[in-house]
């Protein structure tokens, strides 16, 4: 592995458990890797975490970076960027991922800021690729792919003249592959030094609320939109999620509408989706929603307007109003079922 | 002893409510089918800093904006809640600004201020989604930052300290931090006191005496002709000692590679009849290959 110019996974842990979103990072960062023939690194700032970061080797971490201190059990911002920033300067990768989640957006910004490097925030694609600019070339840097302006645009978005290169995804978007237990790594401690300065946040109390909503997990979501015109209409979402056993999702339009919880929010700003089973019901389907369900096995768009770009990803649609089809819907699945 | 905030507040396109072609046909974004819109989390910043001022007296509540002239209305916004003092940062040379450019400028402009106990912020604005601007803004003035807010448990103006509620994905936390420390708000918490009558009447020709038509893109103005004693204060590059190779597309480190618009490659869809029969063959269908149980 080289000394410098690797690709580095910033790997949040909460509680001593690494992110899954961080173990998707690790993955799409060993592809980035390959293609540009270096190595991946881990950034893990915690306290004890040895034994967590053997797995980040199987998934082709070649040096973990543990930054052990007892002030960084729990993430506040300043240590944090302290440890990472000097981590950077000392390490120079040529990229640096964090997960979109509220301590990688809470971090990446304070880090760009200090180094003066960009950062793109909520990524949807990561690729690598060349980029002319005033007549000189940079070869293999980073396209940091993402929708943009309410999904009108997709926006490739470059940083050639500073590195590392940073992005952020959030969890679910980015594959996770199979874990290679055999795969060889290094992993190295750092015990940093943190003056009482950094500690100004003091953490009084922290609740976890169990995610009563799954839709990572789910084999298949019926999801509404802008389309069911009215919370009333929305239940009869509900009441085909509840027929089928599914989830409940829904554009951000509808949970901006306070039809619904901002839990059940699909696509590029609440949670991608890779289900059996997609039903769309009022749904247009903006690129940003898109985003966060394209990939699902198979998509049943139901719709009034045959022109909504829904129909164009969709595998079966269904053009009419969601309080006809929706019943007939139903009513088929208790009869044949 | 009042304390000192600095509320940092964004107008934007209202990308909720399009209402026009949002492209133009040369692939640029159409931000005249958009309406500019209060970013709506800003204001709950702002109702935060009016709560503190309502709790603290004697405290001071100062708006700034970055952006064109027609982004005054978001300050006079301001001025109808109860700000005391209004500032638009405006300056052709801050034009192409990235979020690191622009966090660049406010923290100029919250120096000018000076003596800052506290800045809050919105998490995000609509127009990008990128939360950034607000923990690149705290890490260019050295300060601590909370993000996400959505309450205060504690305000402690002797002891300098706040105790907020932060909102994460599975659950929250509360968090006391020392003063000066930067707060970003979410939509969850401190909904917006709406205008006062008297403010209104008393700021409804509040001006900064912008009057060139401007587009909403890229045309910021000159503000050489600014006064000290016009209420809606007008900075440029130079009154808050900014670096010019910091500020706007110099001082952006990302560029825009390309733009696509959004073109979806149709496959094979198939067409379902909205008739119950149809419905029912299709749900027989996903049945028998096992799709749904």
Redesign the interface.
Known sequence: MKTKNNVMVFVQQDDGRIADVSIELVCKARELADRLKVGVEAALPGKGMAGEAKQLVAYGVDLVNCIEHDGLYHY???PY?KVMVDLILEREPQIVLYGA??TG??????I???L???????CTDLQIGD?E?QGKLFKDIL??IRP???????????????KPQMATVREGVMKLVPANPGYKGEIVEIKPTLEAGLF????????????TVNLKGAQ?IVAGGMGAGSKENFQLIEQLAHA??AEVGASR?AV?AGWVDKAHQVGQ?GTTVRP??YIAVGISGS?QHRAGMAES??I?AINTDPQS?I???????????LK??VP??I???K??? | MGLNIVVLVKQV?D??N?TGK??KDDGT?NRAA?PAIFNPEDLHALEAALTVKDQVPGSRVNVITMGPPSATQVLKDSLYRGADFVALISDRKFAGA???AT?YALKCAIEKIGNVDLVFCGRQAI??????????????LGM?????VSAF?KLDAKARTI?VR?????????????LP?LLTFTDEGFAPRPSSARRVMMYKNASAAPTAEASYDDCYMNASACKDNEIIALWDIASIKADPESCGLAG???????????V???????????S?SA??S???E??ADH???
Do not use: W
């Open positions: 506040t911002p300043l960027t989640t509220t957006r809470d971090l990446g910004p304070r760009a800021s200090n003066k490097v960009g950062l793109t925030a909520d980029h600019l396209y940091q943009a302006f309410g999904g009108n645009i997709i926006a490739t978005i470059v940083s050639p003249e500073k100004q946040s003091e953490l009084l109390e922290a609740v976890k609320e169990a995610r298949i089928l056993n339009a901006d700003t059996k089973l690129i096995s198979r049943i770009p129909f164009q990803i969709a595998h079966y649609g269904i053009v009419g109003d006809d089809v007939a819907f009513k088929a699945y009869n044949k079922a | 396109p990308t909720k399009v949002a492209m974004v958009l990235d979020t690191l966090s127009d990008g989604d990128t939360a950034q601007v607000g923990p690149q803004t705290a890490e260019k601590n930052q909370v993000t996400c448990t105790a932060r909102s994460l994905e599975s659950g929250y936390e509360v968090v006391r931090a020392k420390v952006s480190p990302t560029k825009v590679k390309k733009i696509d618009s959004v979806l490659t149709a496959q094979d869809i198939r067409m379902i009849d909205n119950e419905i029912g299709l749900v027989h996903l049945i799709t749904i149980g």
